[in-house]
């Protein structure tokens, strides 16, 4: 197996085929071999799983994942990476390579395709510039046990934070709404070429069996959590008066005080079942 992360090897590789880093598709290829190895592990990969992986670049965690999986379908937009993650995956038999953009996919229909009989994971070194749209797009696509990827650390801080904390945001809210996130470990820059500015950390999002909260319109719950958290300064009762400009502040306040929240409190102090109870009251107002 050709050792992608070994740069003797790949550095002459990339230079004979023209290949130079991109800036603009967030081209930083992990080049330390523990790191895609115990992102494999950690996301517990093996023969029952089929894994989505998205952005696989140089193919140092999709040889990884082939190692241990059922099989991997590895979504690539930059096809300059054609020759190269040809030569890294050449010998594994379970890899479907689909050249094309991650955010273009309908995702539960290439899942039914790739792994019939399987069980979905989805597994990723995200580019930092994408992350929130694939990872929305991931959780909303709601066919995988669990989301496995790297990002970058204040990111990852960000989905696993608790109400009433700097970190807390509607992002953190929609993830734990599909998911129970947890930080598995960090990565510093020097693991990628080239070397990016930040931490990076790994998070495993494991989708909920089933979601203990009372939410008749998932649409109408992100709604109001995203008018909580536009105006973080501003208490709750403001926030949603100006965000749902048909009710009107009075009414605003009497919904609050029949969900059992003071008007007074600001959106970033609630965690999901009090949003889920102020919607549901919403929702029998409009």
């Known amino acids: 197996m050709l050792n992608v992360c070994d740069q003797a090897v790949m550095r002459p590789l990339l230079e004979k085929n023209g290949f130079h880093f991109s800036k603009a598709k967030g081209q930083n290829f992990l080049v330390q071999s523990w790191v895609p190895a115990q992102i494999a592990d950690q996301a517990g990969i093996d023969r029952s799983c089929g894994v989505l992986e998205i952005g696989p670049g140089i193919g140092s965690l999709t040889q990884q994942l082939c190692l241990r999986a059922g099989k991997v379908a590895a979504v690539e937009v930059d096809t300059r990476l054609k020759p190269i993650l040809g030569a890294a995956t050449a010998e594994f038999d379970n890899l479907s390579l689909i050249w094309g953009d991650a955010q273009k996919l309908d995702i539960p229909a290439l899942v039914r395709e790739q792994f019939p009989g399987l069980r979905p994971e989805a597994c990723a070194n995200l580019p930092y510039y994408i992350t929130s749209p694939i990872l929305t797009a991931l959780l909303e696509a709601d066919c995988f046990e669990a989301v496995t990827v790297m990002v970058q650390k204040e990111v990852a801080e960000r989905i696993c934070a608790l109400p009433g904390t700097a970190d807390y945001s509607a992002f953190s809210i929609f993830c734990q709404y599909y998911a129970e996130p947890e930080i598995l470990f960090e990565v510093p820059p020097t693991c990628f070429e080239p070397r990016p500015k930040v931490m990076s950390a790994v998070i495993a999002l494991r989708v909920r069996g089933e979601r203990p909260w009372d939410i008749p319109s998932p649409a109408l719950f992100f709604r109001t959590v995203r008018a909580s958290f536009l105006m973080r300064r501003k208490t709750l009762q403001n926030a949603l008066a100006?965000?749902?400009?048909?009710?009107?502040?009075?009414?605003?306040?009497?919904?609050?005080?029949?969900?059992?929240?003071?008007?007074?409190?600001?959106?970033?102090?609630?965690?999901?079942?009090?949003?889920?109870?102020?919607?549901?009251?919403?929702?029998?107002?409009?």
């Open 242 to 286: 100006a965000g749902f400009p048909q009710l009107g502040k009075a009414a605003v306040g009497e919904v609050l005080e029949s969900a059992g929240v003071s008007p007074s409190v600001r959106g970033e102090t609630l965690d999901i079942a009090a949003f889920a109870a102020i919607a549901k009251k919403i929702g029998e107002r409009i």
